[in-house]
T-cell receptor, first 114, second 107 residues
């Protein structure tokens, strides 16, 4: 069974540009989560999608947005990139959105903003 | 929000030694997971353990939800155990990762 996949592996952008990151969940999983791991800040929850709807978001500005498609894949968009957006972005999926649900992570996209 | 603290922050072990990693959380949680992050950044699932005790080979974990902590035990450590260990919790619709324990196992 294929795990969570993410693309691209690496992404280099300049300040002010937009970045789009993609995630495909494990087959059968309907919930997708996005996390940011920036140097010195640990892993922080960004966004949660389930059944095509945004269920919750972490403490990030509105220029971080995304969507979930009918096939449950998801994309994360970061507008007006800033230098501090440089980080590893991790996507996870779970079977559904119920409280007791295990998350499985993809390999991540490393975004560098110059 | 909830605070999730891990201890120790850094740990250096000789191969073959045992260790205990701790995760404390400041409020009640719906679930708790332990992960191992390898040098390439991939998070590997170790345990899904909202309560109770589980074992998987040389690793075991215990969560005492009423006392708001979880422990990860690594026995007979190997160099491949090196990396950062995270606990992660869910409370309501929010998700929090711990501060991590960086483990180095020396041959």
């Amino acid at each position: 069974e294929a795990g969570v996949t993410q693309s691209p592996t690496h992404l280099i952008k300049t300040r002010g540009q937009q970045a789009t990151l993609r995630c495909s969940p494990i087959s059968g999983h309907t919930s997708v989560y996005w996390y940011q791991q920036a140097l010195g800040l640990g892993l922080q929850f960004l966004l949660w999608y389930d059944e095509g709807e945004e269920r919750n978001r972490g403490n990030f500005p509105p220029r971080f947005s995304g969507r979930q498609f009918p096939n449950y894949s998801s994309e994360l968009n970061v507008n007006a990139l800033e230098l501090e957006d440089s980080a590893l972005y991790l996507c996870a999926s779970s079977l559904d959105s119920f409280s007791y649900n295990e998350q499985f992570f993809g390999p991540g996209t490393r975004l560098t903003v110059l | 929000g909830i605070q999730v603290e891990q201890s120790p922050p850094d740990l250096i072990l000789q191969e073959g030694a045992n260790s205990t990693l701790r995760c404390n959380f400041s409020d009640s949680v719906n679930n708790l997971q332990w992960f191992h992050q390898n040098p390439w950044g991939q998070l590997i699932n170790l345990f899904y353990i909202p309560s109770g005790t589980k074992q998987n080979g040389r690793l075991s974990a215990t969560t005492v939800a009423t006392e708001r902590y979880s422990l990860l035990y690594i026995s007979s450590s190997q160099t491949t155990d090196s990396g950062v260990y995270f606990c992660a919790v869910r409370t309501g619709n929010q998700f929090y990762f711990g501060t991590g324990t960086s483990l180095t196992v020396i041959p």
